[in-house]
Structures are given as C-alpha cells and as structure tokens.
C-alpha cells in the first residue's frame, strides 16, 4: 500500500500487524508438522492472547499512545516517509517475536541432530527464512535507508526460502502424503513413522488395536518395528484377530525418508486356509477325518498333558459284505459307521477313517473302566440301529481295541502316535480273537516305553482280556 496521508499509512500499519500476529501462531502449527513434535495448547492460548492483546493497542494507539507515541509523515523528503516514535507495547510486541525466534530456532537446531541430510537442508532454509525478517530492521536501524521502511525485502526472501525448503527439498513428499492417502483404506491399519520411529500418522482402524497411539508417540511402544522393516512381516494375534504386519520404505532422493506400517487382518484368509487343509485331509466316503489330521490333532492335545483313550475298530466280516452283498452296500456299512462316531464325537472327542474298514476313535479326557464300558457298549449298540435302518439288509457288528493314556512322562511326540496305535490295533485283534463283536482294552499306565508313555494290560469284569506275554515283555526298557 502506497500512500502519502496518516490515515492511510495507519490503515496499512493495522493490517500489518494483523498478518503478523497471525503468522506467528501459524509458524508454530508449521514448527510442530516440521520438527515432528507436538507443542502444548498452552502455547497456542498464549499466543492468541498475545495477539488480541497486540491489536487492540494498534488500533487504539490514536488514543492511548501505547504502542507507538507518535505516527506523521513527512514529506520534505524526495518521497514521503513514516517516522514512528516507538512505545512500551512495540518493544513489547519485539520482545516477544524475539523470544519466539530464538526458541523456534533451537528446536530446529535440536531437530536437525535426529533428521536426514535432506532434512538438514531443509532446517537450514527455515532457520536463514526466520533470520530475514530481522535484516531489515538491522538495516534501518543503521540508517543506510534514510528512515526508509524496507520491511517487505525480509518477507520476501523469508518466502522465497520457505519455498524453498518446502518444494525443492520435497517436504511435501510421500511420508506426508502417505498419512493422507491411509484414509482410503480404512480396512487395514496404516502407520507412517519417520526414521527415529516417531508416528506422523495412524488411522482409525490401527487407533481400534492400539488406542493409545497417536501423533509423534513413539511406534516402538506398540509394535516390534525391527522385527517388520526391511522387508520382513510379523504374524500376532489383535484384538482376537490374526494380523500380519508389514513394513515399506518410504523413499525420496535416494534417502529413506520413513515406513509405511501396514496391520492387515489375515483372520478371514487363514480361517480358509485351515478349512482348505482340514478339506484335503477328510475321507470322501464318510466325511471323517483321514488318519493325518486324527493324528495331529491328537497329538497335539496329549502333548499339552492331555489324557484319554484311543480306539481302534473295524466291521466284522467286511470282505464277506463286499463279497455276498456288492461294494455299494459295503460303501453304505461304512457311511453308517462313520455316522456313528460322528454321533459319538459330538464336537468333543476325535473320530478318523483309519483306511479300509478301519476307524479311528480319541475320547479325550475319558481313562476309567466304567466311561470306557460305557463307551465301548454305546458306540457297538448305535451302530447296530443305523444299520438295522438301512436298505442294506445285513446283519454287521464291530471289534473295538483300546489304549488308555495317562500322560504322565510328559514326554509325548509326534512319534508316540505310532506306539499308541499299535497298542490299539493289536487290542483290537485280541477283540476279533475273543470271538469279535467285543471290546478289549490295554492301559497306558507305568511302564515306560521308548520315554513316551506307559503300559500293561488290565483286564475287567466286561472285559475280554488276555496275557501276550511276548508283547508285553518287549515294552519294558
């Protein structure tokens, strides 16, 4: 604004210090974005009070001379000037640019210490940028202008530095945008953190797993971020949901610049896997188990100290079925006993089509005579009703062997499944010797065999039992 009246000037001195008072509370929204720190409310509040405060004695200095004691212009000069007669408000309005300058300076020179080459050149623009305003008053004051106001060549090289800073050395770069393009995939959790793992940005859903995460926390209080950069993901467990955490390198001129944090809930895809796996491990006749999956699964629960009973079993006579009724009615005695420990399991125990005419059966948790007699009468009785409600018309019983295992050598692999299946398979053939459509049972007890587990043989007042001698004796270490 050009002007050769008080008035005029006055009115350009108010919208001056206006932008001024402003600018400052600005910049300061710019030190926390740029510095990557967060700046107290309090500063904010002060500095909003400071400025009211400010124009409310420019606009009223007519009258109470607060801030400036005397404004004219003179116009002996070749062209008009302003002479100001300073007053306590203005040095008070300096004091305070000057405290915040110096302040905002030294977090910029305590950042730079923690930042990357390229943010260290843009930190040296700032800090020159925020020295400008300061030359031409320096200037001034040395009356090389001749009271001449050169104010507007400190803004503009303050403007062309901070242009600078912000465009050529890409501070409006990925890490930035990376944060803002996050709220388009609200259904992964996103994190942008910068190199020293403080958070610039996280989005809701990442805020529903981590509640207590926000801006310039530290990432490290949340996630294992050296366990995910560098190309590598981690597999945890969120809020009951499977997530794979992933990391990607943020990078601009040559240099990381910060990590895209990437939580992924996996929980729907491994839910499928696993339902895949489970499908390609079940019989296409009966709908069990296939003996892998059985083993597994039971394994796995004996290992963490479980007990129970696993039983073996076959249909009596099968191959005369096949032979005297057709293979369609041997394939529907199969179905009728798959359906059977189907019933029996109950989405408790584990039930298996070992091969053949052979099942598999696991009661967990059941080791005494009675549960076992209960079992073994219940399981031979069901099955004897399906079948009688089938078109096949046969007359068909099964032979059930059982092993008790008490686990007890905490000492059970993998390997035991063997053991443990041998035992109830060779209980089992004791069954169909005793004259089939029975039970037999050996218990795993104290006799340790290969450090797995234990065995003798017991025998019941139900139960068809019977010494083999040189079995048992081959168990013993």
Not at 70 to 99: K, T
Not at 361 to 368: A, E, G, Y
């Amino acid at each position: 604004m050009t002007t050769t009246t008080l008035s005029g000037v006055y009115q350009a001195v108010k919208v001056e210090y206006f932008g001024e008072c402003f600018v400052v509370v600005g910049f300061t929204l710019f030190l926390s974005e740029f510095c990557k720190i967060r700046i107290s409310k309090w500063l904010y509040f002060v500095e909003h009070i400071v400025s009211f405060v400010i124009m409310y004695l420019i606009f009223t200095t007519q009258q109470n001379h607060i801030f400036y004691r005397d404004m004219r212009i003179v116009n002996s000069a070749p062209h008009s000037r302003l002479v100001l007669e300073y007053g306590p408000g203005f040095y008070f309005f300096f004091c305070y640019l000057g405290i915040l300058t110096i302040g905002t300076i030294l977090v910029f020179i305590k950042s730079m210490k923690k930042t990357t080459a390229l943010g260290k050149a843009r930190i040296r623009l700032i800090i020159y940028a925020l020295a400008c305003p300061w030359i031409p008053l320096i200037i001034r004051a040395s009356g090389i202008t001749g009271g001449y106001e050169v104010s507007f060549l400190g803004v503009a090289a303050s403007s062309i530095l901070i242009m600078t800073a912000l465009v050529k050395y890409g501070y409006l770069d990925s890490v930035q945008l990376a944060g803002t393009n996050a709220l388009f995939n609200a259904d992964e959790g996103l994190m942008v953190i910068d190199t020293n793992n403080q958070i610039l940005y996280c989005n809701k859903r990442l805020n529903e797993w981590f509640p207590a995460a926000e801006k310039y926390s530290d990432a490290t209080d949340y996630i294992n971020i050296n366990d995910v950069q560098h190309g590598n993901f981690l597999r945890v467990e969120l809020g009951g949901c499977i997530c794979d955490i992933i990391s990607e390198p943020i990078i601009e001129m040559n240099e990381i610049q910060g990590y895209l944090i990437r939580i992924i809930d996996m929980t729907e895809h491994y839910q499928q896997l696993e339902l895949a796996e489970k499908s390609a491990h079940i019989d296409a006749l009966t709908g069990l188990w296939d003996r892998e999956l059985f083993k597994l699964t039971m394994m796995d629960y004996l290992k963490n100290n479980g007990n129970g009973t696993m039983f073996m079993m076959d249909i009596d006579n099968f191959k005369g079925i096949n032979d005297n009724h057709g293979h369609d009615t041997g394939d529907k005695v199969l179905i009728t006993l798959g359906k059977t420990l189907t019933q029996i399991c109950n989405e408790t125990h584990l039930c298996c089509r070992i091969g053949g005419d052979e099942f598999g059966l696991f009661l967990k948790d059941i080791t005494t005579s009675d549960e076992i007699r209960e079992y073994s009468e219940t399981i031979s009785n069901l099955y004897k009703k399906l079948i009688s409600e089938t078109d096949s018309y046969v007359n068909s019983s099964i032979s059930i062997g059982g092993t008790i295992i008490n686990n007890e050598s905490h000492n059970i692999t993998i390997d035991s499944f063997e053991e443990i299946y041998c035992k109830a398979d060779e209980a089992m053939y004791a069954a169909k010797k005793g004259g089939k459509d029975r039970y037999f049972v050996n218990k795993l007890s104290k006799i340790k065999i290969r450090n797995c587990y234990y065995v003798k043989c017991i025998a019941a007042t139900d139960f068809y039992f019977s010494i083999i001698s040189d079995v048992i004796s081959s168990l013993f270490l």
